[in-house]
Structures are given as C-alpha cells and as structure tokens.
C-alpha cells in the first residue's frame, strides 16, 4: 500500500499535538500582549483582560508589572493578589526582580509578568526574564506577558533601519513562537505621540527626548508596519498548523530547507538574521554551518565572534553544524546536497578592494559551484558597512612576537657581517630568508613580518653600498629589494599557514582520539563481580578525560538518597558548597545547563550540563574554567556532548537509572537577601 504524497506527515501530527516529545505534557499556557512602541496600552490591555478572567473565577496574580507611574494603569491592579519582587543591591541602587520561587510554590492558574524582554540582576536565577517565564510555563503556570517588537532578535537589523538606533535587549524568535496566542495592541502613531506629549508614557523631560529620538512619526509608522506584517505571519503560521492538525485537503510539498553561511565575522549576525526571516516567510528548516578551516588558526577575538554568531543562531531556531574540510566553499556545498538543502544564504563580503584582487570573494566561488542551489546573497548593515578602526589590543603581539624576530636577525647579521666576504650580495639576501621562515614557523605571521622588514632594513644597511647607510648607491639594487621583499612575505605566509595547519591538525587528532579511547574504555564489557568500584573507576577515568580534553577542573554528580552529591573531582580539591549543589540539583531537575558562562545561575563558580540518556537524566558532569563560554560554545558543544553521550551510556549499562530528587532548600546562587511574602494589593 503506498502513501498519499498530499497527506501530511503522522509524526509532524503527533508532534504539534504532544509538544514535540510524544508524550501529552502539562504546561501552562502562554499569551503574549505585542506593540509596536511603549505606550501604546499593552500592560493596560493585559490587565483589563486579567480582570474579566478573575471574575470567572479563575486564581491570578501579579507577578511583576511596571505602572511607570500611570494612575489609570496602578487602578487596575487593585484586588488582585500581588508576588512581592526580590529586592537586588547593585551598588547604591535597589532593583525589583520577579520572584520566581515564590510563584512556583504558590502555584496560581495564571501569573502576570510585564516587559517579557527585561534583563534581570544578579541576583536573579536567570540572565533574561523570559527565561523566567520559560521556567513558570514548564511548571505548568500560565503566563500573561508584554512585548514590543524592536525586542524580537531576528527583526533587529529592521528595526535599526527605521530607528538609526541598535535595540541591546532582544529575547530569541522561539519565545514568541511559543506563544499559545498573541494579541496585538496597536494605536495610530498621532494617538500615541498625543499621549506621550500629555505626560501619559513618559514624564514631560523624558517625553521630549523621546519624541526628538526614538518616537518620530516615521519611525513609529515604520514599527507598527513591522508589528503588523509579523503578526499576519504569525496568524498565517496558525492557519496552516490547523489545516495540517485537522487534515484540510492542501498542498503538501516537500518544503525548502535553507542553510545560512556563518563565519568569525560581524557582518554573519545580519546574514543569520536575514536567514530567519526567509525561513520563517518559506516555513523552511534551516541550517547554520560553519566550515573550520584547516589551513589557518582563528584568532581568540574571531574565536569569540564566532561563538556569539553560533549562539544568535541557536537561539533563533536554527540547526547548528560545524564542520572541517581543505576547502570552505566545497564543504558547504557538499553538506548542502547531502542534506538536500535548496538554498544557501551568504553574507556579501566587505573586504578592502586591494583584497579582492588577491583573495577573490568565496561568495563568487559559492555561486559558481552551487549548481542547482540557489544561492542568497545579503548585504550588511549601514553600521557595520563603515570601517572599524583597527586597535593595538586587537592585534596578537606579545613580547617573543616582536623580540624574537630581532634578535633572530642580529644573530644573522652577525654571521653574515664576518662571511661576506666569501658570499656574493645575491647569497646573503638568500640566507636572511633563514629568520623570516623561523620565526613564521615560531610565532606566526606578525612575527614573520616584522623579521621581514628588519631584513630588509638590516640588508641595505650592512651589505649594500654605501654600508652603514640607508641609502642606495647602485639603482639597480631596487628591484633586488622589491623581489627580496616579495619573497620574505610569501615565505612567511606560507610558512605560517603550515604552522597553523599543523595546530588545527593536532588539536583535531587529540580531540578524536580522546573520544576513541573515552568510548573504548567505557563500553567495554565489565569484569566478572563488578561491583560500586567499577563504577567510580569509570567515573575518574572519565573526569580525567574530560579534564585533560578541556583543561579544566571537573566535578561529576550523581543522586543518592534522594539528593545529589560530588561522587568523582578530578583538578580541584574543593567540592561544591550548598549553593553549588543547588545550581546542580536544577540542572538535574530541569535537564537544562546552567551556571557560570550560561544564562542561568551565571554568577556560579561551576558550570553544569545534565548526563542524560533518551530515559532521563542519570547525572550532572560539573566544570570550572577560565573561560567556560568557550567549552559551551556550539562548536565545542559537539565534542563535549559526545563524552556526556557516552558517560551516560555506560552509566545506563551499569543499571544506573533516572531518579527523583526530594524537594531541596539549597537557597538560588547569588539570591542572598530575604524573600517577602505574598501579600494582597
């Protein structure tokens, strides 16, 4: 019996009808209040319906909501039951947080939680409000919020365009995705500037400022467009997931899959943007690759980049995929076509035009080979568009980069100062080839070229008539110096390109080789009356294998008693205190990483990941790092994933199973101030 192509996909059905994990879950509901500037009436609006629904009977209760002062907007609160917030001390500034743990002991039906884009304080458990509100819905609490939209991340690049203003806070499109609805609260933008000028948005000096910045007329016409075309998309995207749901006869194509081209560079957060919103407007799968390269290093700062990018990615909905091959442009094109990929979309190049001419545009190779594929091509942002200035702190030069070209060069001078005299001036320039390609092969690439200009300077000055000066007797010296320098530049570039080739290749063979024997050692059969012992040797090796992969101190968790306890440390010899254990006992819970270099619990010392099997969380495998960002980062991600996968494995096959954990008072990290009570209003 075959299949009709034109009916939709059984598993995309029990997907959209189980939450995505096949079994029926108990989360709470999710409405999102949507403007397109503050002012227009999405905190009031939210109220006024959170009335109506308390007069049905149903238990609600503020969880945070910002009046700004608003009389009309303060009335509306009375009567309802009100979360007292944490009290957070930054310097001499008191800030008001959401209290999370008192809404999830208190478990109402619904919790009002304003300004869904707000960054939290320390002292809060989560970096992001919305993180909040993703813990509360988990919990099975319903959630009214408010939102405008220059904080949706993907429409960042758009909204700076018809502001000139950058908007820092952004939460990821996939909150607003998971909105159960979404209402959009618009006014005329003559409606809102009226308020805004009678003192009803901002107080009359703010007010003034505002209108001369942020709310121009223009500006305001161009956010609400934006706010009404996101929300017609998002009402489209319903209408197909309810045609889909309840088997409306429609079109049913096999659907485009789009991959986004990502590298250590600004300008890929605009492309990555751009990718999103194709993807959303062809209701596309979506991919982010990056290609490593193996004939270069990448430098701590592109590093760094490149891990922002790989998160926005992330966070935008995006499959993140890192790769290694010779060839960038060939390594794309093969992952596209081996996962049928119809569109690549690029980010335009903005490198100098004398660059160009050397080292062509891998968007020109990319379309020439894409075949079939096409091929996007977007551009860049004004503000990333303009020149940067290039920073002494940016550039890798330490003390050996410049001290040991010179002193390679005085050791050559000296040498070829006492044999020159059996030398002709062609051998000498040769044998000043000698430092450039060491110190390359030393120290890279600045180091070759600082040798190389000493070289040069030292060569005309020593061996070149009249010696002991910097001028040229013989003109036809000139082209000697001009190939000389031609050829300690290309030497020194090549000589640094094998040296980072030969980098990229042993850390590749280390890490390979660590998963190789970290597998081997664990899936091997246990000996005969095995016993708790086997266990914790398996427990050291691989803490100790984790440790020497990622250079860092280790700490591997497993439940006991109904609590989670330290079992193996390997590079520390202080474990955990109670704070700690509960940052661990949340990841455990929720199977969600947290604390230091995460979003949640950032101000940890530790930084946590749950060892998980498709059965549930066996464990948390602990780490403290200089820079643990860099061990989270997409890329490496991958590599530790890999050893968490097959810890967890093992541990299944050492009958080591899910287990609950009892109900702990280990106080939030960072949360230290005394909680208040609810109270009523």
């Known amino acids: ?17 189980t939450g995505g994990n096949g079994n029926k879950t108990q989360k709470g509901s999710f409405k999102i209040f949507l403007g397109y500037a503050a002012g227009v009436g999405k905190t009031y609006t939210m109220l006024e319906e959170a009335r109506a629904l308390k007069k049905e009977g149903n238990d609600i209760i503020i969880g945070i909501v910002e009046t700004h002062g608003r009389a009309e907007t303060e009335a509306l609160i009375e009567g309802f039951p009100v979360i007292e917030p944490v009290l957070c001390q930054i310097g001499d500034v008191t800030v008001k947080e959401l209290d999370l743990d008192t809404i999830l002991s208190r478990r109402p039906e619904i919790v009002l939680v304003d300004e869904l884009a707000h960054t939290n304080a320390p002292c809060s458990r989560h970096t992001k409000r919305y993180q909040d509100v993703e813990e509360l819905i988990e919990a099975g609490i319903s959630v009214f919020s408010t939102l405008n939209i220059q904080h949706i991340e993907s429409l960042n690049d758009a909204v700076a365009e018809i502001t000139k203003i950058r908007v820092e806070e952004t939460i990821p499109d996939r909150v607003v995705e998971m909105a159960d609805d979404i209402e959009l609260i618009d006014i005329p933008p003559e409606t809102l500037l009226e308020r805004l000028r009678e003192g009803k948005v901002y107080i009359p000096k703010k007010a003034e400022q505002a209108i001369r910045r942020f709310f121009q007329k223009g500006h305001l016409m ?65 991919f982010a690759v990056y290609v490593e390269p193996q004939r270069h290093l990448v430098s701590p700062m592109e590093r760094e980049q490149l891990t922002r990018n790989l998160k926005l990615a992330e966070e935008l909905g995006s499959e993140v995929k890192v790769i290694s091959g010779p060839d960038i442009v060939d390594e794309i094109i093969r992952f596209a076509r081996d996962n049928n990929i119809s569109l690549i979309v690029a980010g335009s190049p903005r490198r100098p035009a004398w660059q160009e001419v050397f080292r062509g545009p891998l968007v020109y190779d990319l379309v020439r080979k894409s075949g079939t594929i096409d091929v996007v091509v977007v551009g860049s942002p004004l503000e990333t568009s303009k020149k940067t200035p290039v920073s002494i702190k940016n550039l890798d030069i330490g003390l050996q980069t410049v001290t040991g070209p010179v002193v390679l060069t005085i050791i050559t001078t000296l040498i070829l100062w006492f044999a020159q005299s059996k030398l002709e001036f062609l051998n000498v320039a040769m044998l000043f080839l000698v430092p450039v390609l060491l110190a390359s092969i030393l120290w890279g690439r600045t180091a070759g070229i600082i040798t190389t200009v000493c070289a040069v300077a030292t060569l005309d000055f020593f061996f070149v008539k009249p010696t002991l000066s910097f001028a040229v007797e013989d003109l036809r010296y000139i082209p000697s110096f001009l190939v000389f320098l031609f050829v300690a530049l290309s030497t020194s570039m090549l000589a640094d390109a094998l040296r980072r080739q030969s980098v990229v290749t042993r850390q590749r063979d280390r890490f390979i080789s660590a998963i190789f024997s970290f597998t081997t050692m664990l899936l091997s059969p246990p000996d005969p009356g095995d016993s708790p012992a086997r266990l914790d040797s398996v427990l050291i090796q691989a803490a100790e294998k984790i440790h020497d992969v990622f250079e860092c101190e280790v700490v591997i968790l497993l439940p006991g008693n109904g609590s989670l306890r330290s079992r193996v440390m390997v590079g520390s010899k202080t474990p955990p205190d109670e704070k700690e254990l509960g940052v661990a006992s949340w990841v455990f819970s929720h199977n969600t990483a947290a604390g230091k270099g995460t979003d949640t619990f950032a101000t940890a010392r530790w930084a946590y990941i749950p060892i998980k099997t498709h059965n549930g969380v066996l464990g948390v495998l602990g780490f403290r790092s200089e820079k643990p960002d860099q061990i989270l980062a997409p890329d490496k991600r991958q590599i530790l994933a890999a050893f968490t996968n097959v810890l967890a494995i093992a541990l299944e096959g050492m009958g080591i199973q899910p287990q609950q954990l009892s109900p702990v008072d280990h106080p939030a990290y960072g949360r230290d101030l005394p909680k208040k009570n609810e109270t009523g209003s």
């Open 1 to 17: 019996m075959t299949r009709d192509d034109n009916r939709p996909d059984p598993d995309a059905l029990l997907r959209r009808v």
């Open 222 to 286: 161009g956010l609400r467009e934006l706010s009404l075309r996101y929300t017609a998309h998002k009402v489209d995207s319903e209408m197909r997931t309810y045609m889909s749901t309840h088997a409306i006869v429609g079109p049913w194509p096999a659907g485009t899959r789009l991959l986004v081209c990502v590298s250590p560079s600004p300008l890929s957060v605009h492309a990555i943007r751009a990718a999103r919103q194709l993807a959303d407007d062809l209701d596309a799968a979506w």
